[in-house]
């Protein structure tokens, strides 16, 4: 295609900005359909286009990657194909020597030629490509070798696992996991605590042993040792954000299975504001972290957002007066203003040692990362006793589960009684992406017993749009569930009262569950109903109980 210098340089001058888009969503391609209108151009939205796999493989992968080219039709012995620049031809030349068809250009925005090329390809595509054409694949060790191979270090290796940990990081996912099988390699992002397969040339399966030893390589483990679990650490920088990546090796019955935390520490806003907890619920934790001693804990599975909660609560309290220890494994974030200890197990150096040595350095508030014994839950609740607020994490269903979850581990419960100030458990739930939400009114039948929406209140449910990737979620909430300790829990804490009795008490009182939090958050139309149902049991009420004078 060539058009005159003068009209080339006359549309470019006239290329539309974003203030004169007419909506969000048409920012991304007002510049290339202007120009397609322009030039009369066909322009191709691949918003909901379907794109035959067949048509695909006739191309050659390197090419299509290469000149950001994606095959989108063939009709009557002509192919369409879209390119984001309507100016070159060489790539129009050299895919109909390749493949002996008649090519049309199209124009389509380069940012979604890109992700469908992801999406159809897989990430690294054209390296794989390059892998496989200089024949690298043939020498590369197999996962049975116990030889320190070279080939992990190898350009194309490196540029492989590099684009896989850009793309996991772009995508905004929390952990990567890669998994041998049989006859394959699977890899998958857990995205907005969703774990999902990512696209990748079915060809990577020969390269699964390099991009181990690679990755090893980088989080400085012993890359010969291909029977033990390992653990280690990575520091990045992807496109200017500072990324911490705990790596986690396992050997498994295909060989070594990676999993990878990510951190992007760069963007971690640790401020109680963005935690978004209600205005109760956060006037009620602002006191219970403000108290001079005792013990507060945040409760929750793996992956609930309890240390960013308790982040969050250091901050706010961190100042020149006070004295802030922290004790953790891993460090996640580095704070300023706060002394952070690393816990080293195989030296000795655990939780409850660690907070040994801590309380002689006279700290106004202790960290603890997690209670996981009964050593560190004794530890911690003297330190509680000596005059020292001391913040925790523990693995429970609920709040009023803290309680029995602690005498199980020993303490008696007079001491729990004595020590505890508050727990508040927690949950993250997706956040429905508010450009493409739909309200629905559903009937009474097709809502849960404990959701009471009332007649005619609309709420919402995803739908998908291009901003969210097509998945109606965009970003993760928080349900809280907070238990503050009065005069008459600790009175059943000493009884040895059930946690069924604790919790009736508590409900009485007026205690908001995880899942009535849940619902409130479906009314303001942040999330849906079956992401509540997803991540939180059903509330069993019960009557509450009479707590008897001596």
């Not at 806003?269 to 005792?294: C, F, N, T």
Request: net charge negative; proline share 4%; glycine share 8%.
């Amino acid at each position: 295609m060539s058009i005159e210098a003068g009209k080339k340089s006359a549309l470019l001058e006239s290329a539309v900005s974003v203030a004169d888009c007419g909506g969000d969503a048409e920012v991304e391609d007002c510049h290339p359909r202007r120009l397609a209108e322009e030039l009369h151009m066909e322009y191709v939205d691949f918003h909901n286009l379907t794109i035959d796999r067949e048509l695909l493989a006739l191309f050659p992968t390197n090419a299509l990657y290469r000149h950001g080219v994606l095959p989108v039709s063939a009709a009557g012995g002509v192919v369409r194909v879209a390119g984001s620049d309507p100016y070159a031809s060489d790539w129009v030349d050299e895919l109909s020597v390749l493949t002996g068809l008649h090519i049309e250009p199209v124009l389509a925005e380069q940012g979604q030629i890109e992700q469908r090329l992801k999406e159809m390809l897989g990430v690294g595509g054209a390296t794989v490509g390059d892998l496989l054409a200089s024949g690298d694949s043939e020498n590369l060790p197999s996962d049975s070798s116990d030889e320190v191979d070279e080939d992990s270090q190898s350009s194309s290796v490196i540029k492989l696992v590099n684009e896989l940990l850009t793309e996991a990081v772009a995508t905004g996912a929390s952990d990567v996991h890669i998994e041998p099988e049989e006859d394959g390699l699977i890899i998958r992002f857990r995205v907005d605590g969703m774990l999902r397969i990512q696209p990748m040339p079915a060809e990577i399966r020969r390269f699964r042993a390099a991009i181990v030893s690679r990755l090893k390589i980088m989080a400085k483990l012993n890359i010969a040792e291909k029977r033990l679990p390992q653990d280690g650490r990575i520091k990045l920088s992807i496109h200017g954000r500072d990324v911490d990546v705990r790596v986690s090796v396992i050997p498994m019955l295909h060989g070594e299975g990676v999993v990878m935390r990510l951190l992007d520490t760069s963007r971690a806003m640790l401020e109680l504001d963005r935690v978004d907890m209600p205005a109760a619920q956060r006037s009620e934790w602002d006191r219970l972290i403000r108290k001079p001693h005792g013990m507060v804990l945040v409760t929750g599975p793996t992956g609930s957002g309890k240390t960013t909660t308790l982040y969050s609560s250091l901050a706010s309290v961190r100042s020149a007066s006070t004295k802030i220890v922290t004790i953790e494994d891993p460090v996640e974030y580095n704070l300023r203003g706060i002394c952070q200890i690393q816990v080293r197990s195989q030296i000795g150096l655990t939780f409850a040692s660690s907070l040994r040595s801590v309380l002689r350095h006279d700290p106004d508030v202790v960290l603890i990362g997690e209670i996981r014994d009964s050593e560190t839950a004794i530890s911690a609740v003297q330190a509680s006793l000596t005059g020292h607020l001391v913040l925790s994490t523990l693995h429970t269903n609920d709040a009023c589960g803290a309680v029995s979850r602690l005498v199980d581990m020993g303490i008696e419960p007079y001491l729990v009684a004595s020590v505890l100030q508050g727990v508040l458990a927690q949950r993250l739930v997706r956040q429905l992406c508010m450009s493409c939400r739909v309200p629905v009114e559903l009937e009474e039948s097709q809502l849960p017993p404990d959701f009471a929406a009332g007649a005619g209140r609309t709420i919402y449910e995803a739908s998908g749009c291009r901003k969210c990737h097509g998945a109606g979620f965009s970003g993760r909430t928080a349900l809280f569930e907070l238990l503050t300790v009065d005069a008459n829990i600790r009175e059943l804490f000493t009884r040895g009262a059930s946690t069924g009795a604790l919790l009736d008490y508590a409900l009485s009182a007026g205690l908001q569950t995880l899942r009535q939090s849940g619902w409130q958050r479906v009314l303001e139309g942040v999330t849906t109903v079956d992401e509540v149902v997803r991540v939180c049991v059903d509330d069993v009420v019960r009557p509450a109980p009479t707590i008897e004078a001596d």
